[in-house]
């Protein structure tokens, strides 16, 4: 466990004191991730395979949870802990937030990961570029979602599992409407929580 925090601790705060390299090294190990589930096997890639088994789940009301990864939703949490006098939890919001933000944007057009409702397969990379259809990988959605959950986990603990399994629901649904393919909202995730380790330790990718 000590390791594990250790590694996370590294990996979250290395966008402080202009260490990228951490993130860097994280998100190069995502893409990797991300590729080996992109191969093709037999019919079909491991992450075809699980998006068509999300979809086909009976659950209509998933994708409603989308919403909770948009932008109304954060800004109205802000609003609510700003009201409450909670202006340290606000500041922790924003500041994951953005860093989740530029992170996974970066990623979306460098990568120019083809959407499952593009057409394409889940191996279909075509490089940097700004057309929507191949900003797949990573969900933008779920990293706002998981930073979110992130500082709301540290600062509100004894709500952490409500935070997270709101989060992962919200990954759920971007499969679940043919969004993204499963190891983009893993990807999400994972940038999510280290953008919101990095601010609740005072040392946030992009600061206010």
Known sequence: ???????LGYAAGSGASGGGIGVNRYFF?????TALLAAPVQAASPDEAIAQWIQGWDTPWLEEFSHLGEAPAYVSVALLLAAAGDLETVELI??????????????KVGVGRARPWSGHDASTFVGPTFDGRYHSFPSGHTASAFALATVLAERYPNWAPVWYGLATCVGLA?????????SDVLAGAVVGHLAGRAAVAGRPWFGI
Do not use: F, N
């Open 94 to 107: 924003i500041e994951a937030e953005a860093g989740a933000a530029v992170v996974t944007w970066g990623g």
């Open 1 to 7: 466990m000590d390791r594990l925090d250790s590694w």
């Open 29 to 33: 190990s995502l893409l990797l991730v």
């Open 174 to 182: 971007r499969i679940s409407a043919g969004a993204h393919w499963p």
